[in-house]
């Protein structure tokens, strides 16, 4: 059971990357699905997270605006396609699977709340 981060680099602020997290050993379709990003020597922080069915999306408010969270559930991928990037978006950035059955509005954004993660893949935006 694996997810697999892919899509990081080096851009200039202002520019775009996709981020892909495939995972591999089972089907992850029917789990929330978030990505977080951990810049060096801060604590893990939540950037978006995306409902079973893809139909709902909750961001962080210092992405919200410039990044979208998607899936592919066919695929077993989610993707985060993070635009307008700026210096204080370097990172290594972290996909997730959380397999709780929530009630009510709960939203997942806490790392605790994830329970399968992906190796992270470093984003560098220079200025």
């Known amino acids: 059971v694996q997810l697999q981060a892919s899509g990081g680099g080096l851009v200039q602020a202002g520019g775009s990357l996709r981020l892909s997290c495939a995972a591999s050993?089972?089907?992850?379709?029917?789990?929330?699905r978030g990505w977080f990003r951990q810049a060096p020597g801060k604590e893990r922080d939540f950037v978006a997270t995306?409902?079973?069915?893809?139909?709902?999306?909750y961001y962080a408010d210092s992405v919200k605006g410039r990044f979208t969270i998607s899936r592919d559930n066919a695929k077993n991928t989610v993707y985060l396609q993070m635009n307008s990037l700026k210096p204080e978006d370097t990172a290594v950035y972290f996909c997730?699977?959380?397999?709780?059955?929530?009630?009510?509005?709960?939203?997942?954004?806490?790392?605790?709340?994830?329970?399968?993660w992906g190796q992270g893949t470093l984003v560098t935006v220079s200025s």
């Open positions: 050993g089972r089907s992850f379709n029917t789990y929330i």
């Open positions: 995306i409902g079973r069915s893809g139909d709902s999306a």
């Open positions: 997730a699977a959380d397999t709780a059955l929530y009630s009510g509005n709960y939203i997942s954004t806490r790392p605790s709340d994830y329970d399968y």
